[in-house]
C-alpha cells in the first residue's frame, strides 16, 4: 500500500465509528483530505509534463518527409555540379556515392 492508499483508507476509517481514528479531529481529517487531493492534482501535471517531454523528444528527434524530400533533391543538385567535367571512372565513382546517398534517405522516407 502507498502512502496515498494509507492516507485514503484513514480518511475511510474516520468516518466508521467502530474505528479509533473516528476520534481524529475535523481539521485532522480536512489536512488528510487536502494532501489526498494536492497530490491527485500533482500527479495531473506530472503526466501533462511527461506529455510535452515526449513530444519535446519527438520534434528533436523526427525527420519530417518534406525534409527528406528536399535532402534529396539536394542530393540530386549536388551530384550534378560535381559531375560537371568529370568522365569515366571519376564520373562513375561520383555517381555511385550520390545513389547510395539518395538510396539511404529514400529508404528512410518509405520506412515512414
Same mark, same amino acid.
Given at each position: @500500500?502507498?502512502? @496515498?492508499?494509507?492516507?485514503?483508507?484513514?480518511?475511510?476509517?474516520?468516518?466508521? !465509528? #467502530?474505528?479509533i481514528l473516528y476520534k481524529l479531529d475535523g481539521e485532522t481529517k480536512k #489536512?488528510? +483530505?487536502?494532501?489526498? &487531493? !494536492?497530490? =491527485? +492534482?500533482?500527479?495531473? +501535471?506530472?503526466?501533462?509534463?511527461? =506529455?510535452?517531454?515526449?513530444?519535446?523528444?519527438?520534434?528533436?528527434?523526427?525527420? #519530417?518527409?518534406?525534409?527528406?524530400? $528536399?535532402?534529396?533533391? !539536394?542530393? =540530386?543538385?549536388?551530384?550534378?555540379?560535381?559531375?560537371? *567535367?568529370?568522365? *569515366?571512372?571519376?564520373?562513375?565513382?561520383? =555517381?555511385?556515392?550520390? &545513389?547510395?546517398?539518395?538510396?539511404?534517405? !529514400?529508404?528512410?522516407? $518509405? *520506412?515512414?
Amino acid at each position: @500500500m502507498n502512502n @496515498m492508499e494509507i492516507l485514503e483508507h484513514l480518511i475511510k476509517c474516520c468516518h466508521d !465509528e #467502530s474505528d479509533i481514528l473516528y476520534k481524529l479531529d475535523g481539521e485532522t481529517k480536512k #489536512s488528510l +483530505e487536502n494532501l489526498i &487531493q !494536492e497530490n =491527485k +492534482e500533482l500527479k495531473e +501535471e506530472v503526466k501533462e509534463y511527461e =506529455k510535452q517531454l515526449d513530444l519535446d523528444y519527438v520534434e528533436e528527434n523526427y525527420i #519530417s518527409k518534406s525534409k527528406l524530400k $528536399e535532402k534529396i533533391e !539536394e542530393l =540530386k543538385k549536388e551530384e550534378k555540379q560535381e559531375l560537371k *567535367g568529370l568522365k *569515366g571512372q571519376d564520373r562513375y565513382f561520383i =555517381k555511385q556515392i550520390y &545513389q547510395a546517398k539518395r538510396i539511404v534517405f !529514400e529508404e528512410i522516407l $518509405e *520506412g515512414e
